[in-house]
């Protein structure tokens, strides 16, 4: 078993990121640094994305920072699992180079006057709505994390297909040097998606959960007759479970994330998300529209 080397400073890191690139350029080679930033409580799905990572790159850095900014008052930070031991074994022989765990200090020092990251308006639509800020704040902890590691890649799961769609405009509107590689979602046998929150779900709870993708996917089988049909239909796979609180489902346009009207046919996104007791979950899939 081989566990990562554990880094917790960002001068520490850079050194090592250094010396890694400082090697392999002796010998005329172009080593890879590929970053799958985590807010740790690893499962199949982050597992997922360290293998494409693997495949993308020599040197896989691993962050794990719960990122105060992209929690609002009132949701789960201080209950977010904290589980680095059993991320680091989950790790092992993953062939990770490096697991980023700082503190919460290392990466804001200043954290009343520091500089901060703003999505465009699609930031404060859909998630950015339920939970204001939320995606201000993952955009600055990503973009720190991109200066941090300087990585040619980084891996994101389309689970979080907003965030996806903001950090790739982040870097496409900053001229940010890294590749985005998107990660298809890795699913429970049931279909739902897997997530660390998941884990706050008793066993009825996640019976309920259940009936997102259902109604995901009664979507899909329904967009040949266009939005409004495709919408109805996952409604009425949702509404049918009264435990989950559906707080929006949309049609979206994949490459603005604006929704589509019903005359639209194409390529479209359906995100949704619900409560599921005092759980938020989310998931998405790609629809054929017409
Ligand atoms: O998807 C996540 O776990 C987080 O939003 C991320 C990208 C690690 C930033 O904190």
């Known amino acids: 078993m081989s566990t990562p080397e554990v880094i917790s400073t960002i001068t520490a890191l850079q050194h090592r990121l250094g010396q890694a690139r400082g090697r392999s350029a002796l010998v005329g080679g172009d080593t890879r640094i590929v970053l799958v930033p985590t807010m740790g409580a690893l499962h199949a799905g982050h597992l997922a994305l360290v293998r494409r990572a693997r495949a993308l790159g020599d040197i896989v850095v691993v962050s794990i920072f719960v990122n105060p900014l992209q929690f609002g008052a009132g949701e789960d930070l201080e209950r977010y699992p904290r589980t680095l031991d059993a991320d680091l074994a989950t790790l092992a022989d993953e062939n990770v180079s490096v697991v980023f765990a700082p503190t919460a200090s290392e990466m804001y020092p200043d954290s009343a006057n520091g500089t901060r990251v703003t999505a465009g308006p699609i930031g404060s639509a859909y998630e950015g709505a339920a939970r204001p800020g939320h995606f201000d704040g993952m955009l600055t902890v990503v973009a720190k994390l991109l200066g941090i590691v300087a990585p040619d890649t980084a891996v994101f799961g389309q689970k979080d297909g907003q965030q996806v769609f903001l950090v790739q405009s982040m870097v496409a509107d900053l001229n940010l040097r890294t590749a985005i590689e998107v990660v298809e979602t890795v699913r429970e046998p049931s279909g739902l998606a897997l997530s660390s929150r998941n884990r706050y779900l008793d066993d009825a709870q996640n019976t309920a959960a259940q009936a997102l993708f259902a109604g995901l996917r009664a ?14 239909a996952a409604h009425a796979r949702i509404a049918a479970q009264p435990l989950v609180k559906l707080d929006y489902l949309v049609i979206v346009h994949p490459q603005t994330f604006v ?13 949704v998300a619900a ?16």
């Open 219 to 232: 979507a899909v089988q329904a967009a040949l007759a266009g939005p409004a049909a495709a919408l109805a």
């Open 275 to 290: 409560r599921v007791g005092t759980t938020r979950l989310i998931d998405n899939v790609p629809l054929a529209l017409g």
């Open 259 to 271: 929704p589509v009207d019903d005359a639209y046919r194409g390529p479209a996104r359906m995100l």
